[in-house]
């Protein structure tokens, strides 16, 4: 693709995601006083930022984002969701899913203008890398959520990986859903690095997927078992990604 195509499309993308994130922050607005009182999990006001995120992937040529069928026959509730982490894309994609969840991200993002207000009003967690007081923090706003049975996302490497190969886990998601006796549901994603190139504001052409693994009882688990938990979601994930790698070239 020519670099002036490029820098244009990439420009068109980024309206996108302002422009229909500012839509939904606009919304989230008026919906927040008048559902927050009964929807304590923030399920709509949260849907309607995933539903923006989708609609950036679909108005956008540079993108295929897809869901690998068929996803299992669950559907989470007291549920901790990890995936790999390949881009500041993997969101667009893993929105896809049928289902709202609550997100850790980094609290950087939260001072975005307009999304990081969008992420504020769907109850997105914030946390300070590196700054224990916030982690404890961000935990147990996680425990609350999955105590009302509302799931959380969680990147267990903690940032985008370099290259093809995952970065070490986290302990932090394993020990939440040991706690709080969740299920763990491994998700795997691949082609969004190819979405934005880490240290590059352009986007690229990319065809992604994300695929959704069998979810993993904690029930019983003491924090005696993370190690052996965290391998073994780490080695479905990975064979979620080897499933999926090959489409999408």
Known sequence: MSAPRTILLSVWTYLLIFGLGGLAFCLQFVLAPLTWPFDHGRRITGRLFRLAAIGVTKLNPLWDFRVHRPLPPYRPRRTVVVSNHCSQTDPFLISHLPWEMK?????????????????????????????????????????RYLMRDTP????????????????????????????????????????TAAALPKHDWRFGQARAYVAVGAP??????????????????????QALRDQITPLTG
């Open 152 to 191: 959380v996302m969680i990147f267990p490497e903690g940032t985008r990986a370099l290259g093809d190969e995952m970065g070490p886990f986290k302990d932090g998601a394993f020990h939440l859903a040991i706690e709080t006796g969740a299920d763990v549901l491994p998700i795997a994603v691949a082609g």
């Open 216 to 237: 993993i009882s904690t029930r019983g688990l003491t924090l005696d078992d993370l190690p052996a938990l965290k391998d073994q979601v780490r080695t479905e994930i």
């Open 103 to 143: 997100w850790l991200g980094k609290a950087s993002l939260f001072r975005v203008p307009i999304l990081g207000w969008a992420m504020f009003f769907a109850g997105d967690i914030p946390v300070v890398r590196g700054d224990r007081g916030s982690a404890k923090g961000a935990m147990a706003r996680c425990r």
